[in-house]
């Protein structure tokens, strides 16, 4: 991976860039306090950045990988013109094997997959190139329609609770959950977003405070352990997040605290909206028990900043999402429509829309 200069002026919106036939990639482990693009050169790369969080957040995962397959197809090809698919074969394990929750990584991947299937003679890499942007391009116009649909939940002014960062960083462009806020924003319904600091990787307080910031829309951030008292105090009506995978009972997995959240909400009155894309939905698992949960290294807990701040000797569990039950979730909020107190029979038939 190499951190390159790229003449474009860097937004959340363009965290994924394919340019000038490479891709480049916004490094969201050293924002806000510096915006660099590496470039990846191979899907060995891509598989690299999104294990080591230069990428994160499902949908930009599932993107990225798209565009690992193609820099793969290409030195496949370039190798072997004969055999390019048999010589794809490790790679696309590698990026398979980058992180396991984010059902949308292997949704991409099996997509490219198809496509490579239908490929005849030639080179593969237009075809390929064309699959994984539409595949970007459509993430958006996602975004843009759960913008619209979560917005018209949100009745009068109010104030809400967002967690990790779900924003145009961790999506194609504007955001799952935080697409919801800034089409509420945009319609004069947010008076203040409450985004959780989310430890360890802060991606609350660099991300979508960052993100929010720049839209000069109103953010406050909030230790992960304040969520619940700033519940208590009134004035919130909706906490808004968004999701790695959802299950066909409309179980909810997240980032670690969500879960948190939705109990305390349960208790304070305050809606959970989840805003996901259909990728994000896996109709093959019955429950959020069968959800396989990413546990990285206890050294992320086990420091901050880059000091340590666990007692010398101490051990840390470090699981980085959480799944919470259907039955605290109000409403799933997709591209195709909205699922009110989600159930397996309700997740079936937006399915089948
Ligand atoms: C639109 S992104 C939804 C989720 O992917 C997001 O909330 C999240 O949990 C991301 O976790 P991360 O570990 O930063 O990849």
Same mark, same amino acid.
């Given at each position: 991976?190499?951190?390159?200069?790229? %003449?474009?002026?860097?937004?959340?919106?363009?965290?994924?860039?394919?340019?000038?036939?490479?891709?480049?990639?916004?490094?969201?482990?050293?924002?806000?306090?510096?915006?660099?693009?590496?470039?990846?050169?191979?899907?060995?790369?891509?598989?690299?950045?999104? %294990?080591?969080?230069?990428?994160r957040g499902a949908p930009a995962i599932g993107i990225t990988a798209a565009f690992g397959v193609v820099l793969a197809a290409r030195a496949s090809y370039r190798a072997a013109p004969d055999n390019w698919r048999d010589r794809m074969t490790e790679e696309l394990q590698r990026l398979a094997d980058s992180r396991p929750t984010a059902v949308n990584l292997f949704w991409a991947l099996e997509r490219m997959q198809r496509v490579m299937g239908g490929i005849g003679d030639g080179n593969p890499e237009p075809r390929l190139l064309q699959e994984a942007q539409l595949i970007h391009r459509e993430d958006v116009a996602a975004n843009r329609a759960m913008g619209e649909h979560g917005a018209s939940l949100i009745g009068s002014k109010t104030s809400v609770i967002t967690h990790c960062n779900a924003g145009a960083l961790a999506t194609g462009g504007y955001g799952t959950a935080l697409g919801v806020i800034r089409s509420a924003h945009a319609a004069g319904r947010i008076e203040m977003v409450y985004a959780d600091e989310t430890r360890p990787w802060l991606q609350g307080s660099r991300l979508t405070a960052w993100e929010l910031a720049q839209d000069r829309i109103p953010v406050t951030l909030l230790t992960d352990g304040a969520a619940a008292s700033r519940m208590a105090q009134g004035g919130i009506d909706w906490i808004i997040v968004g999701s790695d995978r959802i299950a066909a009972n409309g179980d909810v997995a997240n980032k670690i605290g969500t879960y948190n959240l939705a109990l305390a909400a349960r208790y304070h009155g305050v809606k959970v909206m989840v805003a996901a894309p259909t990728s994000t939905i896996d109709m093959t698992l019955k429950s959020g028990t069968a959800i396989p949960i990413e546990s990285r290294d206890p050294h992320e807990v086990l420091h901050c900043g880059g000091q340590r701040v666990g007692a010398p000797g101490v051990a840390a569990w470090n699981p980085v999402f959480d799944v919470t039950p259907a039955a605290l979730v109000d409403a799933i909020v997709t591209e195709k429509g909205i699922v009110l107190s989600p159930d397996r029979q309700k997740m079936a038939e937006l399915m089948a829309l």
């Open positions: 991976m190499e951190a390159l200069p790229l %003449r474009i002026r860097p937004t959340a919106d363009q965290a994924i860039v394919w340019a000038n036939d490479r891709l480049y990639l916004l490094d969201q482990r050293i924002l806000p306090n510096e915006t660099v693009y590496i470039e990846l050169q191979s899907a060995t790369d891509t598989a690299r950045a999104i %294990r080591d969080m230069v990428v």
